[in-house]
T-cell receptor
Framework: AQSVAQPEDQVNVAEGNPLTVKCTYSVSGNPYLFWYVQYPNRGLQFLLKYITGDNLVKGSYGFEAEFNKSQTSFHLKKPSALVSDSALYFCAIIMDTGRRALTFGSGTRLQVQP | DTGVSQNPRHKITKRGQNVTFRCDPI?????LYWYRQTLGQGPEFLTY????????KSRLLSDRFSAERPKGSFSTLEIQRTEQGDSAMYLC?????????????FGPGTRLTVT
């Protein structure tokens, strides 16, 4: 079955420290991978995507993600966390390039402590 | 580009009543998606349109749910005879199908509470 998994319900990190939010996937064929962030009372905001090309992709707000085909992972990273990064993060995958509907992981809450 | 808008932002209704939500996508986007998000979960796909054609409905979308996108612009999602299990955040997203622009842009959602 094709799926996306976020193994951590919550990640806690101190401000200024690097952060990683994990995502693994299972899909036949080439994966199309995305990260979205959700702030309270706001919609999902697109952060970055991997379609093809360089394994390290850069996105909004200083976030980046590394696509690792052998480990079927697409972890979200940031070198220095900000308190304002505290939010709910979703990894998503497109399994059908026809309809292009997103399948989301269950989300990881990132808490950055001052 | 004013982004995707959704109305109303909140809806409280009694079980058995009908409700309708509206989504206005980004103007040049030809694809429009509806998702449902329950507490603690990621959004789940419900249906999508390319222009005015509804191309797929998830099995999550019971016969009580109907969606339209007349003229390929805004879309409405109607739920008839609401049930408490329909309580969720309903999200709309739009995208433009060109090249590798697979990302979707989401509205703020409509939170439905069925009492």
């Amino acid at each position: 079955a094709q799926s996306v998994a976020q193994p951590e319900d919550q990640v806690n990190v101190a401000e200024g420290n690097p952060l990683t939010v994990k995502c693994t996937y299972s899909v036949s064929g080439n994966p199309y991978l995305f990260w979205y962030v959700q702030y309270p009372n706001r919609g999902l905001q697109f952060l970055l995507k991997y379609i093809t090309g360089d394994n390290l992709v850069k996105g909004s707000y200083g976030f980046e993600a590394e696509f690792n085909k052998s480990q079927t992972s697409f972890h979200l990273k940031k070198p220095s966390a900000l308190v304002s990064d505290s939010a709910l993060y979703f990894c998503a995958i497109i399994m059908d390039t026809g309809r292009r509907a997103l399948t989301f992981g269950s989300g990881t809450r990132l808490q950055v402590q001052p | 580009d004013t982004g995707v808008s959704q109305n109303p932002r909140h809806k409280i209704t009694k079980r058995g009543q009908n409700v309708t939500f509206r989504c206005d996508p980004i103007s040049e986007h030809n694809r429009l998606y509806w998702y449902r998000q329950t507490l603690g979960q990621g959004p789940e796909f419900l249906t999508y349109f390319q222009n005015e054609a509804q191309l797929e409905k998830s099995r999550l979308l019971s016969d009580r749910f109907s969606a339209e996108r007349p003229k390929g612009s805004f879309s409405t999602l109607e739920i008839q005879r609401t049930e408490q299990g329909d309580s969720a955040m309903y999200l709309c997203a739009s995208s433009y199908t060109s090249g590798d622009s697979y990302e979707q842009y989401f509205g703020p959602g409509t939170r439905l509470t069925v009492t």
